[in-house]
């Protein structure tokens, strides 16, 4: 009697792929808040070579909102990269928290969305670096600004207008009214 086995065989491995993936999403789904003292130190790895650390977190950088705008990797002397500090923007980046039930088990490991050499492209993180970043998120602080004050004033004069189109409206609406009463 034939038995088809590759059937049997399919489904299992179809269904540790489907675990697998709930696993991934699993660990890539926000956390909702991190601790920055713990993030220093973090390992650093690139999606290439996930087993093999390139470096580690030197500093953690925020924007004038707080939010994190990049991170300071802290390539030591691994790779070939030379002991160089470089910026790595946060869309370039995730964090996986292991251990976080516990404060004093907290562990993070960072994952480079790019591989070795595309690190040696991003911005080293040099006295010159930070006061052009600075100078930019400033300018950029400024536009924003004067486009909102622009917004807001365009706003109130539109408002402005349709209020006196309105009143103008119900006076006029009020002199047809009272010509029919009389």
Same mark, same amino acid.
């Given at each position: 009697m034939f038995?088809?086995?590759?059937?049997?065989?399919? =489904? #299992?491995?179809? *269904?540790? +792929? +489907?675990?697998l993936t709930w696993a991934a999403a699993a660990q890539a789904a926000p956390q909702g808040l991190y601790s920055a003292d713990e993030l220093l130190d973090a390992d650093v790895y690139t999606q290439a070579d996930p087993e093999r650390s390139i470096g580690e977190v030197e500093d %953690? =950088?925020?924007?004038? /909102?707080?939010? *994190? @705008? #990049? *991170?300071v990797i802290d390539s030591g002397s =691994? =790779? /070939?990269l030379g002991?160089?500090? $470089? %910026? %790595?923007? #946060?869309d370039q980046f995730? %964090?996986?928290? @292991?251990h976080g039930e516990r404060l004093e088990d907290i !562990? $993070?490991?960072v994952t480079l969305n790019l591989d070795a050499a595309s690190l040696r492209d991003q911005p080293e993180y040099t006295d010159g670096w930070w006061n052009q970043a600075r100078q930019r998120m400033r300018d950029a602080w #400024? /536009?924003? @600004?004067?486009? +909102?004050a622009s917004a807001w004033e365009t706003t109130q004069e539109g408002a402005s207008t349709a209020l006196d189109r309105i009143g103008q409206a119900l006076q006029s609406a009020? !002199?047809?009214a009272q010509k029919a009463a009389e």
């Open positions: 038995r088809d086995t590759s059937r049997p065989t399919a =489904l #299992a491995g179809a *269904l540790l +792929a +489907a675990g %953690v =950088l925020l924007d004038d /909102d707080m939010r *994190l @705008r #990049a *991170l =691994l =790779l /070939d002991e160089k500090q $470089y %910026v %790595v923007e #946060a995730k %964090v996986e928290t @292991r !562990e $993070y490991r #400024a /536009d924003t @600004r004067e486009g +909102a009020g !002199e047809s």
